[in-house]
């Protein structure tokens, strides 16, 4: 149980252009989903708490309408890298949580962000 | 701020020898959560162990075990038998309190190798 998934697993894409990542919790309601960025042989570093059915809570430092984040449902989230510059290009995880009194994130397998 | 600090950049244990991570952190809360993940090549974070702060005993999962010390505020991990599957990036991780978004803060990661 308690499976995350993210699609797509790797996207290209052109300099100007958006992309949406999808993180979806497959067994169980997430009231919670997190979003953050791995950089090559670093640490996660949060980017925003997402709460089903309001507004997304950004990190400092994250601009708001770079990164539009939606979480229409308990099971999805999306994050929508808007204007995508090669900076951009990193490795994006998401996570969701059943409820607020649970202990324990459960991690998608992330995807891979290049752009050209 | 809550901050959490892994002092081992690279580790190499022996096959079927035990090794331990390090990790300290730093916090003025009294109940928390605290994790360590393994993240292997493929990039997926997979959780480990859980302890919670108030509870004395050290969490144990098979192989695995932590040496918490509260009051020192160190949280280490014991891998027992390593095996070649052991071999990951491995995340020392602090969850903040519900009141302030229970989000994962994390150290900057240990790399593990296991020589056969």
């Known amino acids: 149980g308690a499976v995350v998934s993210q699609h797509p697993s790797w996207v290209i894409c052109k300099s100007g252009t958006s992309v949406k990542i999808e993180c979806r919790s497959l067994d169980f309601q997430a009231t919670t989903m997190f979003w953050y960025r791995q950089f090559p042989k670093q640490s996660l570093m949060l980017m925003a708490t997402?709460?089903?059915?309001?507004?997304?809570?950004?990190e400092q430092g994250v601009e708001k309408d770079k990164f539009l984040i939606n979480h229409a449902s308990l099971t999805l989230s999306t994050l929508t890298v808007t204007s995508a510059h090669p900076e951009d290009s990193s490795f994006y995880i998401c996570?969701?949580?059943?409820?607020?009194?649970?202990?324990?994130?459960?991690f998608g397998p992330g995807t891979r962000l290049t752009v050209l | 701020a809550q901050t959490v600090t892994q002092s081992q950049p690279e580790m190499s244990v022996q096959e079927a020898e035990t090794v331990t991570l390090s990790c300290t952190y730093d916090t003025s809360e009294s109940d928390y959560y605290l994790f360590w993940y393994k993240q292997p090549p493929s990039r997926q974070m997979i959780l480990v162990i859980r302890q919670e702060a108030y509870k004395q005993q050290n969490a144990t999962e098979n192989r695995f075990s932590v040496n918490f010390q509260k009051a020192a505020k160190s949280f280490s991990l014991k891998i027992s038998d390593s095996q070649l599957g052991d071999a990951a990036m491995y995340f020392c991780?602090?969850?903040?309190?519900?009141?302030?978004?229970?989000?994962?803060?994390f150290g900057a990661g240990t790399i593990l190798r296991v020589k056969s």
């Open positions: 991780a602090y969850r903040t309190p519900m009141e302030y978004g229970n989000k994962l803060v």
């Open positions: 997402s709460n089903e059915g309001s507004k997304a809570t950004y």
């Open positions: 996570s969701a949580q059943p409820g607020l009194n649970t202990d324990t994130q459960y």
